[in-house]
C-alpha cells in the first residue's frame, strides 16, 4: 500500500503544534507498518532527520505555502495534480488543509475550528481563507480526524454533515518531560527565578491565551499572600496583545514576571519540571498540550473550566472561570496554602498523564486510516 502525507509543518527546529503532531505520529507510524509506502510531501527543502525510516520517500512541490493564495496554488493544483498523477491508495493532511478533487480516499485531520468562535484571532485574508474552505475541506475528506473529545462535537455541531465522519486522536507530551530530582530543581530555579519557587505558563502570546487575565490574577495572589513567587511565561508572540502590553506596564510586580520567548524542548522540560505549578486559564483550546506536559512531569495544574480542558485535566486540577481573574488567583493561593492539595494533584497528575503517550496515539492514528480505507 502507499501512502502520501501531507508534511510541510515539518520543520527543522521549528516544528509548531502541527509539526509536533506530525513528527510523533509518523515517526512511529512508519515503523510500525515497514510493508507501507509512505511519500512525505514538503514545500520547502526538507531535513534529512524526517525520514524515518527506509520505507519513507521524499517530494518537494512548490510554491511555498505560507500565504493563503500560495495555500491555494499548493493544495488545489500542486499538491492535487501529484497525488492524482501517482494514484496513491490514501492521502493524509495533518494540518486542516485539502486539495478538493482526489482519485483516492483522504483523511484529514482538524485540530479545532476556534477561527469560527474567534474569527479576529485570524488576520483579515486568513480569516476569509480558513471560514471559505473549511467547510469544504470537510466535505471533501473521505474522514475526519481531530484531537478531543469536545473539537469531536464541536465540528459536528457546527458542520452537522459531518456527523459519523470524525474520529478522535490524542496530542501527548515528549519524552523530554518528567518529574525532576530536588537537585535539577534547584538549579533550574537558580537559573530561571533567582531560586524561588516559580507559577508557569506556556504558550504562544495572542490574546485566546489570556494572558492578561493571568497578570491581573497574579496581582491579586501577590497582594493577598506573603508569598513572592514570580510568574514565569513561556512562548513567543504569535498576535499583538493590547491589554496583556497594559497589564504588564501596569502592575507593581513587573520584576517578577519573566518573559523567556521561545526555548528548546529540552529547556521546556527543565523549567516546566521545576515549576511550582502549571496556570493556563486558556480562553480556548482544542487540546492543550502544556497541561500533560505539566502532568508528565509531576507539577500541578491550574487551568480553564471551558472547551477541552477539563476533559484533558480530568481530576488532576483546578479548575477555574478564565474570565474571572479573582477565579484564577484563588486557585493559586489555594495551592499555596495547602500542601495537602498540592502533594494529591502532583499523585493525580502522574496517574491521568498515562492515559496520553504517543505510542497510543499512532495506534490510534492507523485505526482511523484504516476507518478512512474501508469508507472508500
Not at 495533518?94 to 485570524?122: A, G, K, R, T
Not at 525532576?180 to 519557587?197: A, C, Q, V
Not at 526555548?263 to 523549567?271: H, L, R
Not at 494529591?344 to 490510534?364: C, G, M, T, Y
Request: with cysteine; net charge positive; hydrophobic share 40%.
Amino acid at each position: 500500500m502507499r501512502i502520501a502525507v501531507n508534511t510541510r509543518f515539518l520543520l527543522y527546529q521549528n516544528l509548531g503544534g502541527f509539526g509536533v503532531f506530525i513528527n510523533e505520529i509518523f515517526s512511529r507510524l512508519v515503523k510500525d507498518h515497514p510493508d507501507i509506502e509512505f511519500t512525505f510531501i514538503f514545500d520547502r527543502p526538507y531535513h534529512p532527520s524526517f525520514i524515518y525510516n527506509e520505507n519513507v520517500k521524499a517530494k518537494v512541490l512548490l510554491p511555498p505555502a505560507r500565504h493563503p493564495i500560495l495555500q491555494f496554488i499548493y493544495y488545489q493544483f500542486s499538491l492535487q495534480k501529484f497525488i492524482n498523477r501517482n494514484k496513491f491508495d490514501l492521502f493524509i493532511s495533518p494540518d486542516s488543509e485539502l486539495p478538493l478533487h482526489l482519485n483516492c480516499p483522504s483523511l484529514l485531520v482538524l485540530h479545532d475550528i476556534n477561527f469560527f468562535h474567534n474569527p479576529n484571532y485570524l488576520s483579515g485574508l486568513n480569516r476569509r481563507y480558513m471560514t471559505y474552505f473549511t467547510p469544504k475541506f470537510l466535505k471533501a475528506a473521505t474522514h475526519i480526524v481531530t484531537v478531543s473529545e469536545f473539537c469531536k462535537k464541536d465540528i459536528e455541531d457546527y458542520f452537522p454533515f459531518t456527523k459519523n465522519k470524525v474520529g478522535v486522536v490524542y496530542n501527548a507530551a515528549s519524552d523530554y518531560f518528567k518529574p525532576l530530582t530536588d537537585n535539577e530543581i534547584l538549579i533550574n530555579r537558580n537559573k530561571y527565578s533567582n531560586g524561588k519557587p516559580y507559577f508557569l505558563f506556556i504558550g504562544a502570546i495572542t490574546p485566546r491565551k489570556n494572558l492578561a487575565n493571568l497578570i491581573k490574577a497574579y496581582n491579586i495572589f501577590r497582594k493577598n499572600t506573603n508569598q513572592n513567587y514570580p510568574l514565569i511565561i513561556v512562548g513567543g508572540q504569535m498576535h499583538k496583545d493590547k491589554d496583556l502590553d497594559n497589564e504588564l506596564k501596569n502592575t507593581e510586580y513587573k520584576s517578577d514576571i519573566y518573559l523567556l520567548g521561545n526555548v528548546s524542548n529540552k529547556d521546556i522540560a527543565q523549567i516546566v519540571g521545576s515549576a511550582f505549578a502549571l496556570v493556563f486559564p486558556s480562553q480556548f483550546e482544542g487540546f492543550g498540550i502544556p497541561i500533560v506536559e505539566a502532568m508528565k512531569s509531576g507539577i500541578p495544574v491550574i487551568t480553564s473550566n471551558i472547551s477541552s480542558m477539563p476533559e484533558i485535566a480530568g481530576n488532576a486540577a483546578l479548575l477555574v472561570d478564565p474570565f474571572n481573574p479573582d477565579s484564577i488567583a484563588e486557585a493559586m493561593i489555594l495551592l499555596t496554602n495547602s500542601q495537602p492539595l498540592y502533594d494529591d494533584l502532583k499523585i493525580k497528575a502522574l496517574q491521568r498523564v498515562k492515559n496520553f503517550s504517543w505510542e497510543q496515539s499512532a495506534a490510534k492514528m492507523w485505526e482511523e486510516i484504516k476507518i478512512t480505507l474501508d469508507k472508500f
